[in-house]
């Protein structure tokens, strides 16, 4: 069970209830512009022991809160958030909404991104100011669709101002919220509004430390695990590389197919990771099999497991010791 750091501190309870006025909403569609939701986390995610560090430290910032305004410090007001699809960013935003005791208020900047910029404008504006209202977690998502938008020579003028806009917000962004922004894309983002955030947090993909308890994590109940040996490890090894939801899907179809074909999910995880490699090219076969050398698994076993040549496996595992003998 997570527990709700927050919710002890008397300063920072959160006020359930009528989160705040009216959504903002877009004036034509007359769509909702954001989501606003109380989140409840019951399982805590593995975080990359970096990543961990970074978003603790926000939580114990508003966890002495009174404390570092009694001494003329801010906590941290603003993050963002960077890596590729599928590592964290948006359930990091939901742990900490989680955490922090406030509602997590999304908005996901790529379908606000209206064709006409003057509305996309006032759309933006709208949502920033209903965010600074409530106290909340306001997380904006796909953060470089604005940075991605290629105005025509009409649309440039909107475009400076929405960035400025953008800027501005991040900079006064009061100390009793806090403003989250996600992206797959840093470098499409204005260096200018890089330097703004008080933190730059990178989300890599997972390790295999991390993948372990992760694939765990994910049977639950399923005690069926505790036999699996060496299967974790191979397991772990086969998918590094991977986004944690890559691997939830592919873990996932094996469960289903386990139970649809009544097989040992352990015997469908098997089949499922030699047909996995069995398709990689061999630049990847190979980078497996080193990593199982590495883990101590036998020239005869890695072969097996990624298709490969007891002979190339051979050479590969002399090669890579000259390579860390030199
Ligand atoms: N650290 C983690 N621990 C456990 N599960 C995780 C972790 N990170 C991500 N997941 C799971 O992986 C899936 C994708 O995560 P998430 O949506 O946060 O990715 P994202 O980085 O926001 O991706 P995108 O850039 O595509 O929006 C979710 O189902 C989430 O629960
Ligand atoms: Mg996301």
Same mark, same amino acid.
């Given at each position: 069970?997570?527990?709700?750091?927050?919710?002890?501190?008397?300063?920072?309870?959160?006020?359930?209830?009528?989160?705040?006025?009216? *959504?903002?909403?877009?004036?034509?569609?007359?769509m909702?512009?954001?989501?606003?939701?109380?989140?409840?986390?019951?399982?805590?995610?593995?975080?990359?022991?970096?990543?961990?560090?970074?978003?603790?430290s926000?939580?114990?910032?508003?966890?002495?809160?009174?404390?570092?305004?009694?001494?003329?410090?801010?906590?941290?007001?603003?993050?963002?958030?960077?890596?590729?699809?599928?590592?964290?960013?948006?359930?990091?935003?939901?742990?900490?909404?989680?955490?922090?005791?406030?509602?997590?208020?999304?908005?996901?900047?790529?379908?606000?991104m /209206?064709?006409?910029?003057?509305?996309?404008?006032?759309?933006?504006?709208?949502?920033?100011?209903?965010?600074?209202?409530t106290?909340?977690?306001?997380?904006?998502?796909?953060?470089?669709?604005?940075?991605?938008?290629?105005?025509?020579?009409?649309?440039?003028?909107?475009?400076?101002?929405?960035?400025?806009?953008?800027?501005q917000t991040?900079?006064?962004?009061?100390?009793?919220?806090?403003?989250?922004?996600?992206?797959?894309?840093?470098? *499409?983002?204005?260096?200018?509004?890089?330097?703004?955030?008080?933190?730059?947090?990178?989300?890599?993909?997972?390790?295999?430390?991390?993948?372990?308890?992760?694939?765990?994590?994910?049977?639950?109940a399923?005690?069926?695990?505790? /036999?699996?040996?060496?299967?974790?490890?191979?397991?772990?090894?086969?998918?590094?590389?991977?986004?944690?939801?890559?691997?939830?899907?592919?873990?996932?179809?094996?469960?289903?197919?386990?139970?649809?074909?009544?097989?040992?999910?352990?015997?469908?995880?098997? /089949?499922?990771?030699?047909?996995?490699?069995?398709?990689?090219d061999?630049?990847?076969?190979?980078?497996?099999?080193?990593?199982?050398?590495?883990?101590?698994? /036998?020239?005869?076993?890695?072969?097996?497991?990624?298709?490969?040549?007891?002979?190339?496996?051979?050479?590969?595992?002399?090669?890579?010791?000259?390579?860390?003998?030199?």
């Open positions: 069970m997570v527990t709700n750091l927050l919710a002890q501190f008397s300063s920072t309870k959160p006020v359930r209830g009528n989160v705040a006025g009216v *959504l903002p909403i877009d004036m034509d569609s007359r909702e512009l954001v989501s606003n939701e109380w989140v409840v986390m019951d399982k805590e995610p593995t975080w990359p022991t970096a990543v961990n560090e970074l978003l603790l926000i939580v114990q910032e508003r966890v002495h809160m009174d404390n570092l305004l009694q001494r003329g410090i801010e906590p941290t007001k603003s993050a963002l958030f960077v890596g590729p699809p599928g590592v964290g960013k948006t359930l990091a935003a939901r742990w900490l909404s989680f955490k922090l005791g406030r509602p997590l208020v999304t908005m996901d900047l790529a379908s606000v /209206s064709s006409y910029l003057g509305r996309t404008g006032n759309n933006i504006r709208a949502v920033i100011q209903y965010g600074q209202e106290p909340s977690v306001l997380l904006l998502d796909e953060f470089d669709a604005v940075a991605k938008r290629r105005g025509d020579d009409s649309e440039v003028g909107e475009l400076k101002r929405l960035v400025t806009v953008l800027l991040i900079d006064r962004w009061p100390a009793t919220g806090l403003l989250l922004a996600a992206t797959n894309h840093p470098d *499409l983002l204005d260096p200018a509004i890089w330097r703004r955030f008080d933190r730059i947090i990178e989300f890599p993909v997972p390790s295999r430390e991390v993948i372990e308890p992760f694939i765990k994590g994910l049977f639950d399923d005690d069926t695990i505790n /036999s699996w040996g060496e299967w974790i490890s191979i397991l772990a090894i086969a998918l590094g590389g991977s986004s944690f939801s890559d691997i939830s899907r592919f873990v996932n179809n094996a469960r289903r197919e386990s139970v649809i074909n009544e097989r040992p999910i352990l015997e469908v995880l098997e /089949s499922d990771v030699h047909s996995l490699l069995r398709h990689s061999k630049a990847l076969r190979l980078t497996v099999a080193q990593n199982l050398l590495q883990a101590g698994f /036998s020239q005869r076993r890695v072969a097996q497991i990624t298709s490969l040549a007891r002979d190339t496996v051979r050479r590969h595992a002399i090669n890579d010791a000259q390579e860390r003998n030199e």
